[in-house]
């Protein structure tokens, strides 16, 4: 069994350079401030919270960069950069924290990191941030009798209008993960544990006007924005080279074979064309017929490209012309909705995945259920048994669970609703007449954010 997730060692080399891996993007109107979208990025994945004596932190020769494309080119027109200086206050110890850490300035705090945000527009840099401390990874009660407070200094203001937030929190992520092995063990009998329970990621967090991103400032007129992250490490020469990229979720872990994923992460989106046969002609439905004898639909897969290339009609493509390229794409002019559903869009509700993606959206059961046929007439309560983070989401900025603690015992329970029913399961596997254009969309359900065949009967969708 192989643990990956959305973006988590997605691709040969990048897993072994966890500082600098993406794991997941989140792009949404801010729920209290909806004059504002929030953009929300993760790094480092499977943060083992007790993983001392030296935890977490962001490297201090790369560019951590949140990229921002309004006029459809698949160029970015802004990058939000995020850059990281270490500190010491003595290296005659081994000690992280040498006593109990009471606020970001407290002595005592042995190991901090500090960042600069800017925002380039063309050739144009303007400073957010100047010089401000990380929120540290949660080493333990006795360390870190406080944590919550601790990550409430870590919020500052930019200017009247936005705010950021760096520091570690916990993994953002739900799912059972156990699909890598030969599709929940080959018999759908695993399922409903969350895998990424109880592991941590460092996180970036940045709450911005809406017409700081949209096209000339005008959200009304241009509310349509397509988002990407990437990191870039710095070279033997002085220059920057980019080593991660990421947009949708599970794309390159996926959709994209072996011999292309170190090339996509360091790849533009102007160059997604090239990839278009694996969206088309993809491997995800031949795999399931061979696991599980369900034929695969037939090629070319026209169908999926406007969600993987262009954005949804009527929900999050942009009008005029378009550059077909892979990124998280968000109409800011959705409203917000006062009574969110987890299942985004297929739920009824509009702000949610894939019109951009909320911290709480369950991408794993919107794309089980696309798979089966919810998009195509087919409607249908599939799901892995996750539904929710195993941590608690915050109503305010910057959102993001409190990360896991060092002192915890038990950091990884089943937060899950356990094994799928064989009953469940058998009805899936009788089903021959499940129509196969709908599995076919699996590949959206890929590029929405993962796949799999687990059947969990349930009497009403929950919010």
């Not at 190991?111 to 990380?134: D, M, P």
């Not at 533009?268 to 399931?288: C, N, S």
């Amino acid at each position: 069994m192989s643990a990956n997730a959305s973006s988590h060692r997605e691709a040969p080399l990048i897993a072994g350079m966890p500082q600098y891996d993406n794991t997941d993007l989140y792009a949404f109107r801010s729920p209290e401030r909806p004059g504002s979208v929030t953009l929300a990025a993760n790094w480092i994945p499977f943060e083992e919270p007790g993983g001392g004596p030296n935890f977490y932190s962001f490297a201090t020769d790369a560019h951590y960069d949140i990229h921002v494309d309004n006029d459809h080119d698949a160029k970015a027109d802004m990058t939000f950069r995020w850059t990281f200086k270490d500190h010491y206050r003595s290296k005659d110890t081994f000690l992280y924290a040498n006593g109990p850490v009471t606020g970001l300035n407290d002595e005592n705090l042995n190991f901090y990191q500090t960042y600069r945000l800017v925002r380039i527009k063309g050739n144009k840099t303007r400073v957010l941030v100047k010089n401000r401390k990380v929120a540290p990874s949660n080493v333990g009660k006795g360390t870190m009798p406080d944590y919550e407070s601790l990550r409430d200094q870590a919020v500052t203001n930019i200017g009247k209008a936005g705010r950021s937030f760096v520091g570690q929190a916990e993994d953002s992520f739900f799912l059972d993960l156990r699909v890598f092995d030969l599709l929940y063990g080959g018999d759908f009998s695993e399922t409903g544990d969350d895998t990424l329970a109880g592991f941590n990621v460092n996180s970036v967090a940045l709450q911005v006007p809406r017409r700081w991103v949209a096209k000339k400032h005008d959200p009304k007129k241009n509310p349509i924005i397509g988002t990407w992250t990437t990191t870039s490490k710095k070279s033997v020469g002085g220059g920057y080279r980019q080593v991660s990229r990421l947009g949708m979720p599970l794309v390159n872990e996926v959709v994209l074979p072996l011999k292309v994923k170190d090339a996509f992460n360091a790849s533009k989106p102007t160059q997604d064309g090239a990839a278009l046969g694996y969206v088309t002609d993809p491997e995800l439905p031949k795999l399931i017929e061979a696991v599980y004898g369900i034929d695969a639909p037939e090629t070319p897969r026209n169908d999926l490209v406007s969600v993987f290339l262009t954005g949804v009609e009527g929900l999050n493509k942009p009008a005029g012309k378009i550059t077909p390229s892979e990124q998280l794409r968000l109409n800011m002019s959705t409203p917000v909705t006062e009574d969110p559903n987890r299942l985004g869009v297929i739920g009824g509700d509009n702000q949610g995945f894939p019109n951009g993606r909320r911290l709480a959206d369950d991408v794993i059961d919107i794309a089980l259920q696309v798979v089966e046929g919810e998009l195509v007439g087919n409607p249908n309560d599939l799901g892995d048994g996750v539904n929710r983070n195993d941590a608690a989401f915050s109503d305010t900025f910057p959102y993001l669970a409190l990360p896991v603690s060092g002192s915890d015992a038990d950091p990884h329970p089943t937060a899950g609703a356990g094994p799928v029913s064989s009953s469940a399961v058998g009805e899936v596997l009788q089903n021959r007449t499940v129509s196969m254009s709908a599995l076919g969309v699996g590949m959206v359900a890929l590029v929405m954010g993962g796949a799999g065949l687990a059947r969990r009967r349930r009497t009403s969708h929950e919010a």
